[in-house]
Nanobody, 117 residues
Framework: QVQLVESGGGLVQPGGSLRLSCAAS????????MAWYRQALGNERELVAR????????DYADSVKGRFTISRDNAKSTLYLQMSSLKPEDTAVYYC??????????WGQGTQVTVSS
């Protein structure tokens, strides 16, 4: 059974940094393109960043380009998102998952990131 456990969120001031982690189990991580998504209150879930199977290529939403870095450690079945120069508009619940997702995709509980002074 697919299980995704996100962690590392919290309250941070504008301009600060956070590193999110996602522990994946129930499937072979290296077999999938992986991604981070986020959902702000009242908004739909959106794609933040994605990374190919062995990290050879990454892609970012325009809103986070140059500030966020996605990476992965297939040996540890873990996905990461390094976030810097955080802005209030980055406030959201952050999720990891395969890319693309399907209607039947399992989701973790996410990790809350709040950027506020």
């Amino acid at each position: 059974q697919v299980q995704l456990v996100e962690s590392g969120g919290g309250l941070v001031q504008p301009g600060g940094s956070l590193r999110l982690s996602c522990a994946a189990s129930g499937f072979t991580l290296r077999a999938y393109i992986m991604a981070w998504y986020r959902q702000a209150l009242g908004n739909e879930r959106e794609l933040v960043a994605r990374i190919t199977n062995f990290g050879e290529s990454t892609d970012y939403a325009d809103s986070v380009k140059g500030r966020f870095t996605i990476s992965r450690d297939n040996a540890k079945s873990t996905l990461y998102l390094q976030m810097s120069s955080l802005k209030p508009e980055d406030t959201a619940v952050y999720y990891c998952n395969q890319y693309p997702t399907r209607a039947t995709s399992e989701w973790g509980q996410g990790t809350q990131v709040t950027v506020s002074s």
